[in-house]
Structure formats: structure tokens, C-alpha cells
């Protein structure tokens, strides 16, 4: 019993940061060769993928165990061949995804995220390389964040009203109609002056001055009738 309890603490707590610090070959060389491609483990070591072990090869594929030694110390041929060990097609190797290559090494583990996004007329739209923004263009490459809305929209979007109350992963014809009754909403209170947008914030205030009003305008009714009445008997009275 204690001997399933300690492996099974042992993998869930070991199995991220061994397959962190267990030697990475793409790291090793790429963090030796610096500059550029270097870059992307930077921003890596600073990502939720990171935190959740998600490797380089995780997503580029490739043999990240090949055996690299020091990087700077090879020669030319050796070099050649460690890279194009590690970095194969053969082995599943992909650098720079685009279309549906990209939604495919995503969809590795977002099926779901992947599954909105591709249906959402964004997605169509850079499937069909119509301008439509790729997952990278709104969660970066290596740091993989949920970015700000609307201020990652407002790159292509010069009106951004109401896009906080819709599903940015999931734009769709409904999505667009919404949004044109949260404009056409907007739009009418703008018209009407300052009363309708001061109605949310004293919405109590605005409730019991309705009351008042209503109970007024019920008196005056009452009022009408039984002056109307009134006069119907005086009229009678006449005859
Ligand atoms: C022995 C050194 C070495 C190893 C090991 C290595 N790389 Fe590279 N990698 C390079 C060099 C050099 C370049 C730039 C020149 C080129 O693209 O051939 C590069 C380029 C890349 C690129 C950019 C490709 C593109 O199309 O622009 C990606 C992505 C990449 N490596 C990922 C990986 C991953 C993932 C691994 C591990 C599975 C890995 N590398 C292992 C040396 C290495
Ligand atoms: C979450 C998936 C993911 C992980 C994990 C990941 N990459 Fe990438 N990487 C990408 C994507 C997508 C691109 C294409 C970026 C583009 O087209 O601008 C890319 C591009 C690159 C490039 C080319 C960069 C450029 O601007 O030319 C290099 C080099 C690279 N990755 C290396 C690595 C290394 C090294 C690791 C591990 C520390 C790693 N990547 C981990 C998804 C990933
Ligand atoms: C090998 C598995 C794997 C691959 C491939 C992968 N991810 Fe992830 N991703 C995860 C895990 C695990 C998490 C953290 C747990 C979670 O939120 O699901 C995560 C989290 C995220 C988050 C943050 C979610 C949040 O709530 O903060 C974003 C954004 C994301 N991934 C985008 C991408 C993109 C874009 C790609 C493709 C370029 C990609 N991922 C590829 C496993 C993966
Ligand atoms: C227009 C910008 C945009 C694009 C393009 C985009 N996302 Fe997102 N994504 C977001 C925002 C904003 C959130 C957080 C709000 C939400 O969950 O709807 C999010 C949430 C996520 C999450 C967290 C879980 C979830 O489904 O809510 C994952 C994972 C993710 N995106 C992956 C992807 C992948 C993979 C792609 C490409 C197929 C992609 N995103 C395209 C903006 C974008
Ligand atoms: C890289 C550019 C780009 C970014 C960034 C972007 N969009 Fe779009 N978006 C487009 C393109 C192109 C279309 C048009 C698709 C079509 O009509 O076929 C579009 C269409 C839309 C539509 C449909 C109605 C309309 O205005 O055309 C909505 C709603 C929308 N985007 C919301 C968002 C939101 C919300 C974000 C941020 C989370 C965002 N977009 C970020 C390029 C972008």
C-alpha cells in the first residue's frame, strides 16, 4: 500500500520536473547556439506549458533524446548530424506550423478549443488566408497566454464595442447579431441623453420614483371615472 502511495506521489510531483530537467536536446543545443533561437525557451520558461511539463517536442515532434554533448566543441558534419537526428521529418518533426497544420499540433491536447475556433468565422477566415487571426496572432507562440480583450481585437478591429460580452474563440452568426443589438442598444441610449445610463446605477432609486409615479397616475385615474360619473348622474339628475 505505502509502496503505490509513495510511486504514485513520486510520478505526479517527479514526472514534470524530470521531464524538465532530464536532458533536452533542443534546449541544449539551442540555448548554446543563443540569439534567435534561443528566444522561444525564454519565453517557454515563463508559460502555463512550461509549468505543466509540456516539452519542445510536445509540439514540434522530433527525437528530443538524441545525444548532443557540447554543442560548441562538434565539427560541422557531427553538428549536421545531431540536428538532422533531432529535428527530422521522419521523426514528426514541425517548425513553423501554419493552417491546419498549426490547429493540428494544438488540437494534440485543446481537441475542444481547437474544434470552436475552427468552426467560428475567425477560424474559417484564416483557414481560407482571409485575414482571420491564427491561434499564435492571440496566445503567442511559447508564452501561450490568455491575451486582454478587446485590446488583442483592436490590431484589426477599429471598433471594438461590446466584443468583452462575446466568445472570442467562437465568433459565429449569432455572436454577430448579438453584437449588433448590444450596438443598436447603445446606440438608442446615446440618443435618449444621460437618464437610460444613469437607470443601472440608481436602479432602486429609479424604482421607488416609478412607484410614485405610478400611484399617482393611478389616483388621477380614479379621479377621471369618478369624474365621468359624475357627470353621467348630473346629466340624469336633469331630466
Ligand atoms: C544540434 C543542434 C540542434 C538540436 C539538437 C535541435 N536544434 Fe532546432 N535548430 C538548430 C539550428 C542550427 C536551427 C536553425 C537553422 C535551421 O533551421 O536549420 C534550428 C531551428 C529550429 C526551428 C526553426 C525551424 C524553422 O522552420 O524556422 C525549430 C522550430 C527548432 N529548431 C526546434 C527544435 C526542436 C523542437 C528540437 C528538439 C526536438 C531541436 N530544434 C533540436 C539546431 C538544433
Ligand atoms: C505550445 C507549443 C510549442 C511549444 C511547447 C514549443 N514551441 Fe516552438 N513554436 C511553436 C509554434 C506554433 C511556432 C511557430 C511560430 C511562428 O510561426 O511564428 C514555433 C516556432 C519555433 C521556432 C522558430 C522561431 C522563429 O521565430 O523563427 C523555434 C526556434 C522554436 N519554436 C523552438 C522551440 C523550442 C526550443 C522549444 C522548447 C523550449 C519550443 N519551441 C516549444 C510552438 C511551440
Ligand atoms: C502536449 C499537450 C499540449 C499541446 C500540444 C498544447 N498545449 Fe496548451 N496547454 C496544455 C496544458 C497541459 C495546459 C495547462 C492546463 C490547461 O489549462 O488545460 C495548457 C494551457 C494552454 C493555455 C492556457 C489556458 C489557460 O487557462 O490559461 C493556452 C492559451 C494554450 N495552452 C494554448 C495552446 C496553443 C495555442 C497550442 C498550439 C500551438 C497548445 N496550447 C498546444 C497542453 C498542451
Ligand atoms: C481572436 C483571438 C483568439 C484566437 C484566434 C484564438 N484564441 Fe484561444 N482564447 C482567446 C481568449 C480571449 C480566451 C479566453 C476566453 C475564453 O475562454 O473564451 C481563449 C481561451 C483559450 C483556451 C483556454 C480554454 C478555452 O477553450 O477557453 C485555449 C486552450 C485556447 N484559447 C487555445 C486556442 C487555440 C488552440 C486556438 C487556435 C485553434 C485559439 N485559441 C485561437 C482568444 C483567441
Ligand atoms: C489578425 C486580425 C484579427 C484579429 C486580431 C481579430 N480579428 Fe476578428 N476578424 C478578422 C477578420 C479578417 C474577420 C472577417 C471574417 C469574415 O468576415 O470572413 C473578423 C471578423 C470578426 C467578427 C465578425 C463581425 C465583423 O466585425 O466582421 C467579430 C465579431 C470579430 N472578428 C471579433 C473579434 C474579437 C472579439 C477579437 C479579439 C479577441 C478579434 N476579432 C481579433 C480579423 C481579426
Given at each position: ?106 488540437a ?68 454577430i447579431t ?19 445610463s ?42
Amino acid at each position: 500500500m505505502w509502496a503505490v502511495c509513495c510511486t504514485v506521489f513520486l510520478v505526479l510531483s517527479g514526472s514534470p520536473a524530470h521531464a524538465q530537467q532530464g536532458r533536452i536536446a533542443c534546449i541544449t543545443c539551442h540555448e548554446a547556439l543563443g540569439g534567435s533561437l534561443a528566444k522561444p525557451i525564454t519565453d517557454w520558461r515563463g508559460s502555463i506549458h512550461y509549468q505543466h511539463g509540456i516539452t519542445c517536442d510536445r509540439c514540434h515532434g522530433g527525437n528530443a533524446k538524441v545525444e548532443v554533448g557540447n554543442v560548441l566543441q562538434l565539427s560541422g558534419p557531427q553538428f549536421a548530424a545531431i540536428q538532422s537526428g533531432a529535428m527530422s521529418k521522419a521523426n514528426g518533426f514541425v517548425g513553423k506550423p501554419s493552417g491546419k497544420q498549426l490547429f493540428a499540433m494544438c488540437a494534440k491536447c485543446h481537441p475542444a478549443s481547437v474544434g470552436r475556433y475552427a468552426g467560428s468565422v475567425m477560424g474559417i477566415a484564416y483557414l481560407q488566408k482571409k485575414g482571420g487571426p491564427s491561434c499564435i496572432a492571440c496566445h503567442q507562440p511559447h508564452r501561450n497566454v490568455i491575451p486582454e480583450v478587446p485590446q488583442v481585437c483592436s490590431r484589426c478591429h477599429k471598433d471594438t464595442t461590446g466584443f468583452t460580452q462575446i466568445d472570442p474563440m467562437n465568433v459565429t452568426d449569432a455572436s454577430i447579431t448579438q453584437l449588433s443589438n448590444i450596438r443598436i442598444q447603445l446606440a438608442r441610449e446615446k440618443t435618449q441623453g444621460a437618464r437610460p445610463s444613469l437607470a443601472p446605477r440608481f436602479a432602486g432609486e429609479i424604482g421607488s420614483f416609478q412607484v410614485g409615479l405610478l400611484a399617482f397616475g393611478a389616483i388621477i385615474f380614479l379621479f377621471l371615472i369618478g369624474y365621468v360619473v359624475y357627470a353621467i348622474f348630473e346629466k340624469g339628475d336633469e331630466k
